[in-house]
């Protein structure tokens, strides 16, 4: 089975070519840093036109890479949602143009559902149900993952996601963009104890997150402390926040004998390795995938799609693009939420 993915909902444009067993074949991808960089985070006006200008030649070099045509795949997977509408619409709208001129079937996938899966893409032995911590620039949840199209939300963020949380920090210290990989940069040369922060909602029972406090208590804190101990002890906080509450989680995900990470703050190794140990300290394997499919790529997509098609769940071509899209579409809206899914 031969799957081409796209990737379009926030500031990747990204190419795949995986196969049904696993082998990811090609694997193209064009970041919008320098485009975004001088307005210090994603326009999305800036991010489609991008997309428009960007995917056609990263297919062509994928099916390239993959040494195939177009007319070898089984079938075309691209994002649908959720993400920036503008960018979301110029994926959906290739997929559907490639798929048609194919004469292949549409697979739409859900961008969270591709981080969700993709943990599955590397590692054969990951069965059903598993933990996930979902951690990107958009999302923050905990979701107990069924099966392919079956998830249950057991916690979600407040109000910012740690990405963003990641990201804003980055911006008061005066880190650039993108900021996620800027402050774990700095925070090598920090010490995590020289700042006292807030660990929102830490011991609260359900085990939701906040970082809006966080991201305050840094903005006061600039201009006490050096850019690399406030990054140590922003990072030690957001560790903290993330396995008191996965730890949570732990309790209630009966069932599962894994906790996965995945999504973009999954690359952070301070993340990852607070979280093995309590994965190991609960008799739960880790598993993490490696840092280029925890960013947004489109094998994740393409893989998610590899899923999907051999569930036997493909879309017809008038499928339309979604800005919202929860993963869990019966979990209850949580009080100080926000409009996030
Ligand atoms: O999954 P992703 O690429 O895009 C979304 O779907 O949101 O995640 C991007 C987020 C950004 O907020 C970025 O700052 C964060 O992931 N990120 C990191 C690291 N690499 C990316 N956060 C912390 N440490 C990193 N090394
Ligand atoms: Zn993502």
Not at 78 to 99: D, F, S
């Amino acid at each position: 089975m031969l799957i081409l993915g796209l990737e379009s909902s926030c500031d990747e444009t990204a190419a795949a070519v995986v196969t049904g067993d696993r082998r990811v074949l090609a694997h193209r991808l064009a970041g919008q840093e320098a485009e975004h960089r001088p307005f210090g985070g994603v326009v999305p006006e800036i991010a489609a036109r991008a997309h428009v200008e960007a995917i056609g030649p990263l297919v062509t070099g994928a099916l390239v890479d993959a040494g195939i045509s177009l007319s070898d795949v089984d079938a075309v997977a691209a994002t649908a949602g959720p993400g920036l509408i503008g960018g979301v619409m110029v994926g959906l709208v290739a997929g559907k143009a490639l798929a048609h001129a194919a004469g292949k079937p549409l697979v739409a996938v859900n961008h969270l559902e591709g981080h969700a899966l993709s943990p599955r893409l590397t590692d054969v032995d990951l069965a059903f149900p598993y933990l996930l911590l979902l951690v990107s620039g958009g999302h923050c949840q905990l979701l107990l993952v069924e099966g392919v199209g079956a998830y249950r939300r057991l916690a979600t963020t407040i109000d910012d996601a740690a990405g963003e949380a990641f990201d804003k920090t980055a911006k008061l210290l005066g880190l650039g963009f993108p900021g996620g990989p800027a402050v774990e940069r700095a925070a090598r040369d920090g010490d995590p104890r020289a700042v006292a922060l807030p660990r929102p909602l830490t011991g609260s029972r359900e085990p939701h997150f906040s970082f809006a406090g966080l991201k305050a208590a840094v903005a006061r804190a600039v201009g006490t402390a050096s850019a690399a101990d406030l990054a140590a002890s922003f990072q030690l906080a957001v560790v903290d926040c993330l396995v008191d509450r996965t730890r949570r989680a732990i309790a209630r995900a009966g069932g599962a004998t894994a906790l996965v990470v995945a999504g973009g703050v999954a690359a952070n190794q301070a993340v990852r390795g607070a979280l093995e140990a309590l994965a190991h300290a609960h008799d739960l394997r880790f598993v993490a995938p490696p840092s280029w499919l925890c960013t947004d790529n489109a094998a994740m997509i393409a893989w998610a799609g590899a899923e999907r098609f051999a569930a036997g769940l493909t879309d017809p071509l008038d499928t339309v693009a979604r800005p919202r899209w929860p993963l869990d579409p019966s979990a209850e809206a949580v009080r100080g939420a926000g409009v996030k899914a």
